[in-house]
């Protein structure tokens, strides 16, 4: 291995574009180019909905959909990761945003561009150093709830522009504390479009390819219309709008977009408004990143193709570096615009480039076409878009496999829609690592004991076994750590209260995988109280990387018994009797338990 | 069981002295009698100096030192158990009360027991709801960095007082910015008094006990005298300054301090301040419990008795709250003076009653003797008090056991004395569940094989073992758990990526002690990726509540392949000509497998 391979192979690491690159084919490129003419036409008009959704003028969605595309396509290892403004991301970027100031003002836009720049900082730091496990936090129960949460509140905020209303609020309760005492004012012209919108939309998801395929469309075609849908529906509103009229009548419409591409923005530097917005920065990278790894790495499955998550990290915090450099808003992998660029055929991460000329071609020559897009369709592409991520029927079996987990996902619901989305995941973490802790402070711990004329131990409780009233013998079911410690020395303490003859203690460790200083803490306690009393700690079966720890303190001298290699080499050093017992019998039944052995924790 | 013993049962559960009331003897009486005696002459100056520390009128100290001692007589568990007034306590108070008000205002004083109500209420909710595993959280090196970096900050705080200097501020920074500067103001004449007490007391330690033996006392009174080394240290100081007229020359004296039993108070009822005093009051509840338990749970090994450990919170908490009654502050239970009673002979509870009681008739009696007695004197008890605390001994053990830990250690004494206690502690506990999450987030993975003709499997790379190109077997050595669910799903697509041979992978559970709904997820999406790979996914060896739960999911519907009881069968019953194999060769050495099994993992 040369300096020179080593650096070669970092580089093809971090530049994954370095691989697929060189073996780009003509029918690559056909693939690449029918999925990004798809993804483009669902791409325009949701980063002009998104912007909105963030509570930003359009064009910044349509510059997060061009910079980060081509710069993911350069590091990203996922073949189908369609990157660009999404709407959780956007949800959570409006309202941390909202924080710092108004919408419509500089100092918002502003904050808006600091953030995917900070959230595009943790990310490559996270993915330099390796800490890819901080996403982790993040537990199923909660990331779940958390989706449902966002989108039901997403669809909720869409009401108020679906309908022609001002509302407002960072939580599903402030949204709808301002838009159902005003119900009454909804305007009708503006429903009847939003509302002709959503119904169309909903139709298309299921309607549209068959009738295609009735009149006589192939599969593949029919297929491509029917992605073309909210397309169709944004240009249909607008010639809408244009023709009647209707902007005259009170339907909002888009207004100016300016047209051409973005230039380079330098975020503000403002080491309070960074300060502020760090830990929604990482919040808003940790919920990107779970959110594109999962997606990424499901349709990498199903090609047998390779993700790298650290690098997915640093891919991904470079496309929102790239969004902000260009006046962009955060971005992550959608869900939607991922799977239909897969089915498309996309084959590398050039498809999403392409895209991103797409998005470029419209953003220089379309945009006074946008002029009478009106609001309310947008809001109805949102209002459809989301209601995908609502997964209700998540929680029964979350009930059914623990009421612990149901417990946090429906904090996590509920504190999202009182609270807002930080306090949502802030309480869905806190709550997830408060109760795994609370799980494992009350191990499993069988008091065992030996199956007659076998070297086998098992719990007392759950099978015939012979015990001896002079040694105690406990098989804890954990790792020993501070959260059970204490309480594994409460019980030491108890069972030999309760058991006066006991001269010897040996605690089983075949399933301890770690032993922390509180639990070390707690044996040399253990240890020390069982001597007072005249009895003797031993230890069995300690694996390997414990045993090297435990080397490295004085626990091991102060032991008053011995560490042995099995619970039954303990129980024969101490009362050799036994050993003699079991080896006469083993000579007569070897075969059955040697070839098919118990499971060794029933 | 009739109602009634449920009944009686629960009544001695909850109030101890029924247990051991009855069978008081004279005996008993005698060797209470003389713990109480030696307990009142170290708890009458202690409790005055911890009012001192905590910014209290002197009284307060005493008040909490009397109704607390009768109320824990009555609901505790241990025997030899000194509560009071003691050092990281009142520290911790006097923080929390200094954020409320200005030392020295009623509304300080009003802070300080609406504390010890709060931190009462807590304990006792802890205790009936078994809560007491919160006390966990505190790992072992947090508590014992917080206890070392609480007594320095303590003795720092007491070189004020002890050398006339004004100082003040909650934490060793601010404590030592105030003292530093102005130590050229230093009072000469307290100083040398202070100084003289620091000196006698550090020798009193070792020196008056030889030195009564030598001068022909037996043992045990050599022993009394030299506990009352402190008592005599206050009385010497006091009568040097009222003979020599001291304190017109500057000496600050402790002055009137009110005669009499405290009445009972009503602690102000103002939900801002019981909201502000929440978290300090939850913090000095945990340390509070976590520094009693440890005593009690180490004087009660010493006799072989026990200690309920919910009991003990109730018994605190009451406590607490009955010195919240009567004007006092926060009390719990004090290691040197429960050691002190403990030698002395205190058989039950009824010692620390009788120690009230004395503390009572001081507080009728003996307040006057106290106007001239020098603050410096009572700054030098508690300094000497508290360096016995100090451990910085302990670091070094810790760092060679676990770097991780030492680091949480170090940073929760830096944070609390750069910030304060509230920061020290919560980055200790933060730094600790961080730590322990990020430990189990990559655990041991082993791929394994067959140990040739036995039906054991071993890590691959540390025994000759045999493996089948077609059949991955991976041993995960912990819990299935949200921090590693994700790791587990990456390891197990990169080996299967890597071994493009793999038709079957098997789990071996033998180590999983519980598998949570994000592990359930990330099993499911791996046997839904492997199954389009065409690779079935096996379990072995599943714990019993673990399959009890996942009975509980759709998972074992979905999965590809099968539960087998142990690995040895899930291979077997792949591949049954490798059983065949087994069973021949377990014909011909079956006893030495079979009686001296190897440990399951080394």
């Not at 009454?184 to 959503?198: D, L, N, R």
């Not at 499993?444 to 007659?452: K, L, S, T, Y």
Request: hydrophobic share 55%; with cysteine; proline share 6%.
């Amino acid at each position: 291995m040369s300096a020179e391979s080593g650096l070669s192979a970092l580089l093809r690491r971090r530049l994954p574009i370095l691989e697929w690159g060189p073996q780009y084919s003509g029918q690559t490129l056909v693939g690449d180019l029918v999925a990004a003419a798809i993804v483009s036409m669902m791409l325009i008009p949701q980063s002009l909905a998104y912007a909105l959704l963030a509570g930003l003028p359009p064009q910044v969605g349509l510059y997060a959909a061009m910079a980060p595309l081509l710069l993911y396509a350069v590091f990203g290892t996922s073949r189908a990761l369609a990157v660009g403004p999404e709407a959780v991301g956007c949800l959570m970027t409006g309202a941390a945003a909202a924080q710092v100031a108004a919408q419509g003002t500089p100092e918002h836009l502003g904050a808006v561009v600091a953030l995917a720049l900070l959230t595009g900082l943790l990310m490559i730091a996270m993915g330099l150093l390796r800490l890819g496990f901080l996403a982790n936090f993040l537990s199923h129960p909660v990331v779940s709830g958390f989706i449902t949460a966002a989108a039901v509140q997403i669809a909720a905020g869409q009401l108020g522009p679906l309908l022609g209303i001002n509302t407002q609020g960072q939580s599903l309760r402030e949204i709808l504390e301002s838009l159902l005492p005003h119900l009454g004012q909804a305007k009708p012209v503006t429903a009847a479009i939003g509302i002709a919108a959503v119904v169309f939309l909903l139709w298309a998801k299921r309607g549209i390819k068959p009738l295609m395929i009735r009149f006589g469309l192939a599969d593949r075609p029919a297929d491509i219309v029917a992605k073309a849908a909210p397309a169709m529906a944004i240009v249909a509103c607008t010639a809408a709008v244009w023709a009647s009229g209707l902007d005259a009548r009170g339907v909002a419409i888009l207004g100016t977009v300016p047209a051409g591409l973005p230039t380079l923005a330098v975020p503000p530097f403002d080491p309070t408004l960074w300060t502020t917005l760090l830990l929604p920065a990482l919040l808003i990278a940790i919920v990107g990143y779970v959110q594109s790894i999962s997606v990424a790495l499901t349709l990498a499955a199903k090609r047998r193709q390779r993700v790298d998550p650290d690098q997915e990290l640093i891919a991904l915090g470079v496309a929102d570096i790239g969004s902000a450099a260009s006046g962009g808003l955060h971005v992550a992998g959608a869900l939607s615009r991922s799977a239909v660029s897969f089915d498309a055929g996309a084959q590398t991460p050039a498809a999403g480039a392409f895209a991103a000329v797409g998005v470029g071609l419209a953003t220089l020559f379309l945009t006074p076409l946008l002029f009478y897009l009106p609001k309310t369709a947008l809001a109805a592409l949102i209002f459809v878009a989301v209601l995908s991520l609502v997964d209700f029927a998540a929680l029964r079996p979350t009930w059914m496999y623990s009421r612990a987990e149901f417990a946090a996902m429906v904090a996590t619901m509920l504190l999202t829609w009182m609270d807002g989305i930080e306090s949502g995941l802030m309480a869905g973490v806190g709550l997830s690592v408060f109760l795994h802790l609370y799980a494992t402070s009350r191990p499993h711990v069988a008091v065992i004991g030996q199956i007659p004329g076998t070297s086998h131990f098992r719990n007392v409780e759950r099978h015939e076994v012979v015990t001896d009233p002079e040694i105690l013998s406990l098989r804890v079911d954990a790792s020993l750590y501070f959260p059970n410690a204490r309480f594994i020395e409460e019980l030491v303490n108890e069972s030999v209260a309760a058991n006066p003859a006991v001269r010897h203690v040996i605690l089983e460790c075949i399933a301890v995988n770690t032993i922390d200083l509180s639990a070390l803490e707690s044996l040399s306690a253990i240890n020390k109280r069982l001597a007072e009393g005249g009895i003797s700690l031993h230890l069995a079966a300690v694996k390997g990387p414990v045993m090297d720890r435990l080397k490295r303190s004085h626990f091991l001298q102060e032991l008053t018994g011995k560490v042995h290699l099995s619970q039954f080499e303990a129980v024969s050093s101490i009362k050799p009797e036994l050993a003699a017992s079991v080896l006469q019998s083993a000579r007569v039944s070897a075969v059955a338990p040697s070839a098919k052995p118990l499971p060794d924790h029933p």
